[in-house]
C-alpha cells in the first residue's frame, strides 16, 4: 500500500537557519504529494504541493520538489524564522482510490 | 466562508458511552474525511465520502460509524467509546478535482 515516510524530529534551528525535512514515499500509483502545517492546537493547514514529477511547490518561502526517481518530496527553506516553528506533515494522496496517507509528523523549534 | 467547523472542541468520556462528532463545511465540497491524530503515528484515516449518501472506510474505521444525509454535514459517531480513542479527531474536505484537504481545528477526546 502507499506509505509516506518522514525523517524523526524533533529537530531544533537558530533563526536564519537553513532548514531540510527529509520525506520519502511509496506508492502504486501516481500520487500527488503534499506538505502540511500544524501550529499549536490548530488544525492542519497545507504549505505546498506539487501534482506530478518535477514539479516544484512553494509557499512563505518553502519549497519542495517531486521527484520520481528518487521517491522523495524534501522541505527546505533557506532561512527560518522564530515562527516556523511548528509540527511538519509530509502526505500523498492517491485519489483513484480515495487514499491520502500521511507520515508521522516533524517538529521544529527554531531559537532566537 | 466559514470553511470546516468541528464540535465540541474537547470532550471528555467515560468507557462505554457514546457520542457524535460533529463537522461541516460550507464550500460546498464533495469529498469529506475524518482522521485520528496520535502522538508518533501522523493522522489515520477513519472514514470517508465522496458525496451525499455515500460512505466507506478508510485505515482505522472500527468503533466508528459515519453518515452522509448532505453535502454540508458528516457526523463521527463513537458506538461505546474505550481509552484507546483518546485522540485528536480532524475533519476534512476537499473540492471536485482537487487532492489537497482543508482541515477543521480539531475535537481533543479523552477517554476515561
Given at each position: 500500500g502507499n506509505s509516506v515516510t518522514q525523517m524523526e524530529g524533533p529537530v531544533t534551528l537558530s533563526e536564519e537557519a537553513f532548514l531540510?525535512?527529509?520525506?520519502?514515499?511509496?506508492?502504486?500509483?501516481?500520487?500527488?504529494?503534499?506538505?502540511?502545517?500544524q501550529y499549536p492546537g490548530e488544525?492542519?493547514?497545507l504549505l505546498l504541493k506539487a501534482t506530478k514529477a518535477d514539479d516544484k511547490g512553494s509557499n512563505k518561502g518553502f519549497e519542495a520538489t517531486y521527484r520520481k526517481e528518487t521517491t522523495s518530496f524534501h522541505l527546505e527553506k533557506g532561512s527560518v524564522q522564530v515562527s516556523d516553528s511548528a509540527v511538519y506533515f509530509c502526505a500523498l494522496s492517491d485519489r483513484s482510490n480515495n487514499d491520502m496517507r500521511f507520515g508521522a509528523g516533524t517538529r521544529l523549534t527554531v531559537k532566537p | 466562508n466559514a470553511?470546516?467547523?468541528?464540535?465540541?472542541?474537547?470532550?471528555?468520556?467515560?468507557?462505554?458511552?457514546?457520542m457524535t462528532l460533529r463537522c461541516a463545511q460550507d464550500m460546498n465540497h464533495e469529498y469529506m474525511s475524518w482522521y485520528r491524530q496520535d502522538p508518533g503515528m501522523g493522522l489515520r484515516l477513519i472514514h470517508y465520502s465522496v458525496?451525499?449518501?455515500?460512505?466507506?472506510?478508510?485505515e482505522v474505521p472500527?468503533?466508528?460509524?459515519?453518515?452522509?444525509?448532505?453535502?454540508?454535514?458528516?457526523?463521527l459517531r463513537l458506538l461505546s467509546a474505550a481509552p484507546s480513542q483518546t485522540s485528536v479527531y480532524f475533519c476534512a474536505s476537499s473540492?471536485?478535482?482537487a487532492y489537497e484537504q482543508y482541515f477543521g481545528p480539531g475535537t481533543r477526546l479523552t477517554v476515561t
Amino acid at each position: 500500500g502507499n506509505s509516506v515516510t518522514q525523517m524523526e524530529g524533533p529537530v531544533t534551528l537558530s533563526e536564519e537557519a537553513f532548514l531540510t525535512i527529509n520525506c520519502t514515499y511509496t506508492a502504486t500509483g501516481y500520487p500527488s504529494l503534499f506538505w502540511y502545517v500544524q501550529y499549536p492546537g490548530e488544525g492542519l493547514q497545507l504549505l505546498l504541493k506539487a501534482t506530478k514529477a518535477d514539479d516544484k511547490g512553494s509557499n512563505k518561502g518553502f519549497e519542495a520538489t517531486y521527484r520520481k526517481e528518487t521517491t522523495s518530496f524534501h522541505l527546505e527553506k533557506g532561512s527560518v524564522q522564530v515562527s516556523d516553528s511548528a509540527v511538519y506533515f509530509c502526505a500523498l494522496s492517491d485519489r483513484s482510490n480515495n487514499d491520502m496517507r500521511f507520515g508521522a509528523g516533524t517538529r521544529l523549534t527554531v531559537k532566537p | 466562508n466559514a470553511g470546516v467547523t468541528q464540535t465540541p472542541e474537547f470532550q471528555v468520556l467515560k468507557t462505554g458511552q457514546s457520542m457524535t462528532l460533529r463537522c461541516a463545511q460550507d464550500m460546498n465540497h464533495e469529498y469529506m474525511s475524518w482522521y485520528r491524530q496520535d502522538p508518533g503515528m501522523g493522522l489515520r484515516l477513519i472514514h470517508y465520502s465522496v458525496g451525499a449518501g455515500i460512505t466507506d472506510q478508510g485505515e482505522v474505521p472500527n468503533g466508528y460509524n459515519v453518515s452522509r444525509s448532505t453535502t454540508e454535514d458528516f457526523p463521527l459517531r463513537l458506538l461505546s467509546a474505550a481509552p484507546s480513542q483518546t485522540s485528536v479527531y480532524f475533519c476534512a474536505s476537499s473540492p471536485p478535482g482537487a487532492y489537497e484537504q482543508y482541515f477543521g481545528p480539531g475535537t481533543r477526546l479523552t477517554v476515561t
